[in-house]
T-cell receptor, first 116, second 113 residues
């Protein structure tokens, strides 16, 4: 298994531009999570999906952030318009449905976003 | 609101030493606790997951214990090696919202030759 796949690995953009981050979860997993990591705030959960349905988006910082999961093998996190304070590493993770006994989360390599 | 604290924030030990990393959480109604390792510039690698009904889990030189009533977990690393150098993070999920992990701030470990 290739694990959780994220693209791009690095993104540098200018303030005001739209940014789209992509994630492919592990095949067979039906929960998907988006996290953000910064030096100041550590790792924070932004949103998670079960069976492609958004369950909790209370961690999404503002309306500039949106996430979609059109099918079981693909999700996007979009920032429009981007701001310098959005600079962070964004991680995607997947797991089996939480009703399963072992809902261990597996993380992708992350996307390092820099907004100038 | 669940808060997770890890002490110490940084630790440096000579190779071969046994060591303990600490994790404490404020809400004892947890579903599970997970320990991760993060190498610089990389993603998180899951090390061990302990369900709330369990007391400990072992994997190779790693042993994680859980005391739910006191809100504590420890990660024991035996015979440390330079390759163990990384940041170690613990995370808990709370009953009722089993999918939501709340992370600690991490312990940065350096194992020296």
């Amino acid at each position: 298994d290739a694990g959780v796949i994220q693209s791009p690995r690095h993104e540098v953009t200018e303030m005001g531009q739209e940014v789209t981050l992509r994630c492919k979860p592990i095949s067979g997993h039906n929960s998907l999570f988006w996290y953000r990591q910064t030096m100041m705030r550590g790792l924070e959960l932004l949103i998670y999906f079960n069976n492609n349905v958004p369950i909790d988006d209370s961690g999404m910082p503002e309306d500039r952030f949106s996430a979609k999961m059109p099918n079981a093998s693909f999700s996007t996190l979009k920032i429009q318009p981007s701001e310098p304070r959005d600079s962070a590493v964004y991680f995607c993770a997947s797991s089996f449905h939480p009703d399963r006994k072992y809902n261990e989360q597996f993380f992708g390599p992350g996307t390092r976003l820099t907004v100038l | 609101k669940q808060e997770v604290t890890q002490i110490p924030a940084a630790l440096s030990v000579p190779e071969g030493e046994n060591l303990v990393l600490n994790c404490s959480f404020t809400d004892s109604a947890i579903y599970n606790l997970q320990w991760f390792r993060q190498d610089p510039g990389k993603g998180l690698t899951s090390l061990l997951l302990i369900q709330s009904s369990q007391r400990e889990q072992t994997s190779g030189r790693l042993n994680a214990s859980l005391d739910k009533s006191s809100g504590r977990s420890t990660l024991y690393i035996a015979a440390s090696q330079p390759g163990d150098s990384a940041t170690y993070l613990c995370a808990v999920s709370v009953t009722g919202t089993a999918s939501k992990l709340t992370f600690g701030t991490g312990t940065r470990l350096q194992v020296t030759l």
